[in-house]
């Protein structure tokens, strides 16, 4: 063979592999600096070095391509073809999204990954069912209570113009005499300055991300629940991957997952400790302001478990039943 057509046939194969290659973009709701966008991006990069660029993800932080309560109809609809998205925020949906937050089942990371390991294969199947295939997933830190002033008795938040961004976060809202109010994560801060919000449940992840201490004064550590974000890709787009495309992205998912979690529980203290040296008062509830909470939560259990059918109560018997 001659070195002209050698070289005719090397650019003939690289035109093919430029042909072939996709690049995929990948919108998240959270601050480019927030752990799970950092997880997201590392997902990503591995991804596309594990294809040798067969397949390039690119991802979107901060709502910026599509807003946080957009993501998922927008991978669904293949909009996009992989996303990110907090799940508890769909239980309306399906009530198995919002397995992650029934308040109080679980406190610590120990008890939510033994729940997780049980609810993962259901969720799994409800995404499936909304055309869309499961990656993995990364919990947040233990939600706590945000306030501006002391908190001593839930009768202090009637009134409170809550920030709900969930079935759960809503339902707390009316059950303690809050006013819900929906606001995404990109849009707290702003809410929050202009008065449109005034409280909010969430981690100290949340809180340090979008600097709440120009607004809020008090954090409350209550550890109702653990949400999850998840990555999941269109299902159209997943069945159209080559296998060894698929199998690089299961690696990667399955690093990212394990990785997310190391990363969320070394974010929990590092976030607290953020709040405090801005200013903020940071404590445990009260026992009595506990008792209250967690009466309020054994009745959202019960409602969630009504609504959630035969696939819920398995859940949850088989994790009480560990």
């Known amino acids: 063979m001659t070195m002209k057509i050698l070289l005719g046939a090397t650019a003939l194969c690289a035109a093919a592999g430029a042909a072939s290659a996709e690049k995929w973009d990948m919108p998240m709701a959270y601050a480019a600096s927030n752990f799970?966008?950092?997880?997201?991006?590392?997902?990503?990069?591995?991804?596309?070095?594990?294809?040798?660029?067969?397949?390039?993800?690119?991802?979107?932080?901060?709502?910026?391509?599509?807003?946080?309560?957009?993501?998922?109809?927008?991978?669904?609809?293949?909009?996009?073809?992989?996303?990110?998205?907090?799940?508890?925020?769909?239980?309306?949906?399906?009530?198995?999204?919002?397995?992650?937050?029934?308040?109080?089942?679980?406190?610590?990371?120990?008890?939510?990954?033994?729940?997780?390991?049980?609810?993962?294969?259901?969720?799994?199947?409800?995404?499936?069912?909304?055309?869309?295939h499961y990656l993995y997933s990364v919990p947040w830190p233990p939600q706590g209570l945000y306030m501006n002033k002391t908190l001593d008795d839930i009768e202090g938040m009637k009134g409170v113009k809550f920030r709900s961004y969930s079935a759960a976060t809503a339902k707390m809202a009316e059950l303690t005499g809050a006013l819900p109010v929906q606001v995404e994560a990109a849009e707290l801060s702003q809410a929050l300055a202009t008065g449109v919000a005034e409280s909010f449940i969430s981690s100290g992840a949340t809180g340090y991300d979008r600097k709440v201490w120009e607004h809020l004064s008090n954090f409350y550590e209550v550890d109702a629940w653990l949400p999850r974000n998840a990555v999941f890709v269109n299902l159209d787009a997943w069945n159209g991957l080559s296998d060894e495309a698929k199998a690089v992205m299961e690696e990667c998912a399955a690093t990212a997952a394990a990785d997310g979690l190391e990363k969320s529980k070394a974010y929990t203290q590092f976030t607290l400790d953020g709040l405090k040296e801005n200013g903020m008062t940071v404590e445990r509830a009260s026992d009595h302001l506990m008792d209250q909470l967690k009466a309020m939560g054994e009745t959202m259990t019960e409602e969630w478990l009504a609504k959630a059918g035969d696939d819920g109560k398995a859940i949850v018997d088989a994790y009480k039943g560990q």
């Open 36 to 132: 799970h966008s950092e997880v997201g991006t590392a997902f990503g990069a591995c991804v596309t070095e594990g294809t040798g660029g067969e397949l390039e993800i690119v991802t979107h932080p901060s709502g910026s391509l599509f807003g946080g309560a957009e993501i998922k109809r927008a991978v669904m609809t293949g909009q996009a073809n992989i996303g990110e998205r907090l799940l508890s925020a769909h239980e309306n949906e399906n009530p198995l999204y919002g397995v992650d937050s029934i308040p109080f089942l679980v406190s610590s990371f120990d008890e939510h990954e033994k729940l997780w390991s049980i609810a993962e294969p259901y969720v799994e199947k409800a995404l499936e069912g909304d055309n869309l």
